[in-house]
């Protein structure tokens, strides 16, 4: 149900077609006809709209990962990577169970050729849903602490950072009732939460966008006094950090 809920649910299009007067420097998306671009909304090449604090599109669910499903993408993980360790966990009870059921080994009944090829190839395949699955949770879980998402660890940006409960709060909500729950639970959106640079400059310049999925700076306009007046474009570059295993298929749908 949070697969079904992850793929069915707005991920976080940006609603406001331009920005509140007191924003400085706004910027608009040229492929979604001028509309306001937070500083931390990306455009999707695939879903064809900019998703604030989107961090891939992904294959799984057919949909973005931004903040408004990001919850529900994570109790998928989640709940898949607990269902296949209780699979494993039974089937190794069950196991050791029957051994101790023997009492003696000479007498003992051979189980079945075929119990034994099901129960090997479930256990094969909970266990690499483990591993697998278990590595994107960290993603997401890192993705939290670091209050940045994986098209930000490209750019060297993040949100503003203070506490990793504020962080999941952010996502999760405000009711800790709610939060193993499959429905969106996120506050209300800030588009004018500021983008802010990450403090390193090791990384060589280049451009990621392509393998990223989103539009890159030529999508991308400057606004004077608000009325999408286009300005000289302006835009990010830069490798990634160490955060980015997700295959390139799951990243290659967003824009800068």
Not at 2 to 29: L, M, N, V, Y
Not at 88 to 98: E, K, M, R, T, Y
Not at 125 to 133: D, K, M, Q, S
Request: glycine share 6%; with cysteine.
């Amino acid at each position: 149900f949070s697969h079904f809920r992850a793929a069915t649910t707005e991920p976080g299009t940006i609603t406001e077609s331009s920005a509140p007067s007191t924003f400085q420097s706004p910027k608009s998306c040229t492929l979604c006809q001028g509309r306001w671009k937070p500083p931390r909304a990306h455009h999707c090449k695939t879903c064809r709209r900019c998703i604030f604090r989107m961090d891939h599109h992904c294959p799984w669910i057919n949909n973005c990962v931004g903040l408004t499903n990001q919850k529900l993408f994570i109790l998928f993980l989640a709940y898949t990577a607990l269902s296949a360790l209780a699979t494993l966990l039974l089937l190794g009870g069950s196991a050791i169970c029957w051994v101790w059921s023997q009492k003696s080994w000479s007498d003992a009944a051979p189980p079945g050729s075929v119990s034994l090829i099901c129960s090997g190839m479930v256990a094969v395949e909970c266990l690499a849903a483990v591993l697998f699955v278990g590595d994107f949770l960290q993603e997401q879980i890192e993705s939290i602490q670091m209050n940045s998402t994986l098209v930000e660890t490209y750019q060297r940006t993040h949100g503003e950072r203070t506490t990793f409960l504020e962080h999941f709060k952010a996502v999760f909500g405000m009711r800790w009732w709610v939060w193993p729950l499959p429905y969106p639970s996120a506050p209300q959106p800030d588009y004018t939460e500021p983008a802010v640079p990450d403090d390193t400059c090791l990384y060589e310049d280049q451009d990621d966008n392509s393998s990223l999925g989103i539009a890159g700076e030529e999508s991308e306009e400057a606004v004077r006094d608000s009325s999408f007046v286009a300005a000289a474009p302006e835009g990010h570059g830069g490798e990634a950090r160490p955060r980015h295993r997700y295959t390139a298929a799951s990243t290659s749908d967003a824009q800068d």
